[in-house]
Every structure is written in structure tokens, then in C-alpha cells.
């Protein structure tokens, strides 16, 4: 492979104008294609095999007409103090949003008067009017949410408290302005690497194109498809993040291969062959795991997984072209200004070269710190309990929050969450079923079953005691389930959640296992090796143990929870473990190839164990450092949203690649190296003979390089051979 792309890199070097304008025709090519395309919707959440599932499938069927997946919106008016929502005033107000809203759309299903629908609290204090919509929350146009928000003004002028709760309100969450500090912070931290503004640019440049031509590419295709609005946040957030990293290792090799006299055409060729083809393999284990989410069987995160995966392939191939080619452009300004003005590179060893002998002089200590410290940050994931968001855990600012408040004032905290029961049976059937639910703990009210025309499917609605994301609501799902038979199934938003967050917890184990095992073995082909693929899959499951167990402590505990602006603790995001799972999983793979493959290769060439491993390091731990950082960067730009889930995935990433790089990559991977010596590099002979021989680390690249004369002789006699 090292060969093949050795010939590559000098072939983009100096045929760098035709390859930049390829590159920029594909980008060019995708934005027409995304400006031409019809406006993405949201494609249908569904997940296969559920009671919930299987319950919207059903209504579809029977009640012709009914969106089980539609938006819902609750307007909630509260009358000031000393007076009631019956008054005649206050009525008379309620009356008039409720014709408000029957006009305000045509997108709206039904509104529902809180007079007729014994919708006003005991004490008549609150009321509320349940608006269902034709379509789902992404779907809704600005017109319809606009009228939303503008509903109850009047009542608001005449002294009524009024609030909106519900998805209606929702919108893809905006982080356009985290992106742009994490990229503005690595353009800092890349500039301080390479002491060169043209170095630091090619990285984000290109990164920039390649998440441009990736996000552009799902756009055009979105209803194709059916990716979704929502699609491209993932794509985004990994493509910057590994579109970085690969152009960064690419540029440093190129640089450190000038250093050793090089001529430019040539480093750049030995540049792509010997880091290309670890850019090559850590992109494999990014695309890996972003495929294997297709495990949980969840269509959306199916589509997710794969445009992802897809903008990780195109960061590929574009540090493997773009890169060398525009290498070739910038000339010597790639160097720093030192080296520009001939001033010769200092013997003194660097920060990477002093760490790496510190862990060989202390190698059980360094260990052991690091395995105890990310086992007691661990702890906390044992407590972990896995849920959806509501709008519960929205800031207290939010008219979403103010308007669950109100409801669980005035009716309790289940009329945040109500459970609709299907009965797939005639009217006999679907009383039975009232009586029993009746009879449960942790339920408030039952309405009377509500057939459809053919009166063989009722639906019910069930008010539970609890509020929708907590632990009792969860059982009485469950013991309504367990109660009934195949007829009668659980559904609504409350259910669906439940669902969603146990077939994420039962498709956990079987990510795991197909996501580390494929690694594990492209790793030993990379490596050559037992014990380091062994090694880096367990150093990245403690590293991400660890982030879950701040993610516990931060956001369910609620530990430094103002630190980070958490208002509302709560069960953890369902998708969390298999989202930090598959993210973290590329970039800790990205640093270990990166940072190994160098130590590999010294080894390969003559270099004893401990020497490898201070090579690796003198080389390697500048650059995985900056990359560490922009990632953290990047990722920590997120804890900034006002959106709880958000919130989240920005503090587990962050944290996830903290413990990962500095602790597990920087620390125990060289430790553990250097206590196991040469059986670090060992491999049984047979399966040394099965694996195939891809040259990671450029040994047969080198050894026909040696003799031959630089420039382009080299290439056309490498040809030959």
C-alpha cells in the first residue's frame, strides 16, 4: 500500500493543478446539486420491532386519517391570581385562541376546546388546548409555528398567563456558532504547531471542502433518500473533525520529511505513502464504526451512519490529493520562519521526547495512575439510566419548561406524558382493558375507549402519576404490557421513548463487539501484531467508561452541573452510549494508528522497544496533541446550547477525547509498551503468513528507495519494479 501511495502523492504533487481543479469541481458540482434540490423534511422516525411501533402501525391502519407520528403542541393558560379559567372573561379569551388556532393552518389536525374536553384543572386555576398537526415537528412551516407563538397575545394582554409545550415548537438545534469557535481555536492551536500560517491553513481549508462536498452531496440527495433535515449534524461534526486530523498528520509527515533533506516532490510521495496509509486504516476504523450502527436497526440512525461515514471518505481521499497538491502550491511556506531563514533546527529533545522517557524510567506508575484514575471517574456509569429528553429537562427560560410547570401544577406531573392504549378488539374488549388499567398503581384518570368507525380498534388515553422520564412511569408501561395480551399495545410519546432507550440498551453489546472486533482485527493487519490492537481496543473502552461516567455524575448527579449550565438532571440521552461509542471509537483510533504506526516503523527499521516508542513520541505527540485539542475544541463549542441533548454530546465528546488522548493514547499506551518490550510486536508465524502484508510503515517503500537517486528518476524507476 506505501508504495501505491507514494506514487499517488507524487502524481497530485505535480499534477497539483489539474487535482485542486477536480476537487473544486466536485465541491462546485454538489452545490449545485443541494441548491437545486427541494427543501429536506424530516424522514419518518420508526423503530422496527417495538409494541410502540407496532401500535402507530396500526392506527394508520384502522383510523384513516390519524398521523401517529404528527406534531402536537399544548397552549396552557393559567388566571391570575384569585381568579379561575371558568370565569367568563377568561373563557371568553380561551374561545377566541381556540378559533385563532383552527384559522392559523393548514397544517393543523384538530384543536381541542379545554370546555368540551375536561381540560380545566380541579381547583380551575389552569386550562389547556391540545393542538394536533397533519405532519411532524420538522415538517412544520415557519407560517404555522409563527401562528403558534402568536396565539393567546390577546389573552397574555388581558392578564392570563400563557405558555406552549409540546414538539411543535422543536427545530434541528443550532450550533453554527460552536463550529465556529472550535475552528477559530483550531486555527490558533495549528498555527502555534507549525509556526506557519500557510501549514495551519491546509488543514482547515480542505477540511472545509471536504465537509462541503459531503453536506452538499446529502442535501442534494435528502429526499431521494430520505435522509432527513437532520441528517447532516453528525456528517458535519465528523467530517470537520477527522478532515482536520488527516490533513494535520499528512502535512507534519511532509514536513518532517523536508527536515531530512527531501526534496519536495519526493517528501510529499513518502508523506502520503508512510501517514497516508495510516490515514488510510484510522479512516477505515471511523467508517466501521459509523456503518455498524446499522446494528441498532433504527432507520434514522441507519442514515445518519452511512452519510457519515461517507463525508469520513471523502476526508480520505481528499488529505491522499488535495493535500499533496496544494503542498505543491505553497512551496517553502509551509515551513516555519526559522526554517525559511536557514536557521538550523535546535538539538534539544522536545516535550514529546521528554514524556515518552519519563514513562519508560516510571512505566508501573504511569500505568497504574492512569487505569485507577479513569476507573474512579468510571464509577458513576454503573448508575446510569437511559431516556429521551422532555420538555422537563428544557431551561426554565423556555416557554416549553414554564408550560410543563404549569400542567404539573395543575393536573400532575403525568399529564405531561399521557400513554394511548390501542385495543385491537371489539367495544367488550376495550373495557375490559379500561377496568384493568384502573386497577394499577401509578395511574390517575382512563378516558372511555374511543373505537373507530368499524369498531374493531379502540383507543385509550391513560393519565399516569408520575412524570413522563421517570422510573415509575417507565413500570406502569411495562405493567400494562405484561398485564394485557397481544391485543392491546402501548404507545405515545412517552411509550415510544421507553422503547427507543431499551432497543439502544439491547443493541449496545452487539455494536461493541462488531465495531471493536473488526477493528481489532484491521488493527493486526496494520500492526502486525496480538497484543497492540488488543491493548488499544481495551485502553478505548476504559476511556469511554470513563466519559459516560461524567456524563453521569455532570448531567444525571448533577455534580458541577451549574458549571456547565445544567438546569434539569435527568435519565442520560438514549442514543449517548452508542453515539460516544462510534464517535470517539474513529478519533481514539485515528491517534492510536497515527501514533503506533511511527513507533512501528522504528521499530521495523532496527530500533530497540524503549527507543520506538521516544521515536514515536518525538515525532507523533506534537501533532496528536493538536489534534486532541481541536477536536476538544471543537466538540466543547456545543456545551454552549440551550438544548439539554445538545448539551450533552458536546461535554461526553469533549471529556471522551481528553481521556482518551492525553490519558490512554499519551500514557498507558507507552507504558504498557514499554513494560511488554519486543512481545509488544509479536505475531504467531502462521497467522503472519494468513494476514496480508499492506507496508503500513513504509519498510518495503523504503528499502526500494534507498538506493535510487531523488527527484523524478525515483518514481519512473519505483515504476519498473
Partial sequence: MATFLYKLGRSAFRRRRLVALLWVALLALAGVGAASASTATSSSFSIPGTEAQKAFDLLEER?????????????????????KMTDAANKAEVNEAVAALKDGSDQIGSVTDPYTGKAVSKDGGTAYVSVSYKVSSMELTDETREALEKTGDEARDAGLTVEIGGDALQTVPETGAGEIIGVGIAAVVLVITFGSLVAAGLPLLTAIIGVGIGISTITALANVLELGSTTSTLATMIGLAVGIDYALFIVSRYRAELAEGREREDAAGRAVGTAGSA???????????????????????????FAAAGTVVIAVLIALTLIPALLGFAGNQVLGRKVRKGKPAGEKPNMGTRWARLILRRPVTVLLAGVVGLGAIAIPAASLEMGLPDDGAQPVSTTQRKAYDLLSDGFGPGFNGPLLVVVDGDKSAADRTVKDIKGLDGVVAVTPPSPNKAGDTSMITVIPKDRPSSVETEDLVHSIRSGSGDDVLVTGATAMNIDFSQKMNDALLPYLALVVGLAFLLLMV???????????????????????????????????????GVEQTGPIMSMMPIFMVGVVFGLAMDYEVFLVTRMREAYVHGERPGEAIVTGFR??????????????????????SSEQMVKMIGFGLAIAVLFDAFVVRMAIVPAVLALLGHKAWWLPRWLD?????????????????????????????LVRV
Fill in 689 to 717: 503468513r494468513i494476514l496480508p502484508n499492506v507496508d503500513v510503515e513504509g519498510e518495503k517503500l523504503r528499502k526500494e528507495l534507498a538506493d535510487r537517486p531523488e527527484g523524478p528518476d525515483a518514481e519512473r524507476q
Fill in 526 to 564: 496494520v500492526f502486525r501484531s496480538v497484543l497492540v490492537p488488543l491493548k488499544a481496543a481495551l485502553g478505548f473502552l476504559l476511556s469511554v467508561v470513563a466519559a459516560l461516567g461524567a456524563v453521569v455524575a455532570v448531567f444525571q448527579w448533577g455534580w458541577l452541573g451549574s458549571l456547565f
Fill in 279 to 305: 490515514v488510510v486504516f484510522a479512516g477505515l476504523t471511523v467508517v466501521i464504526a459509523l456503518v455498524g450502527l446499522a446494528v441498532v436497526n433504527i432507520p434514522m440512525l441507519t442514515k445518519m451512519g
Fill in 619 to 640: 515525532h507523533g505527540a506534537r501533532v496528536v496533541t493538536a489534534a486532541a485539542v481541536i477536536m476538544m475544541a471543537v466538540f466543547s463549542g456545543f456545551i454552549g
Fill in 63 to 83: 383510523f384513516p386519517g390519524v398521523s401517529a407520528d404528527g406534531a402536537t403542541a399544548r397552549v396552557v393558560f393559567k388566571a391570575p391570581a384569585g381568579g
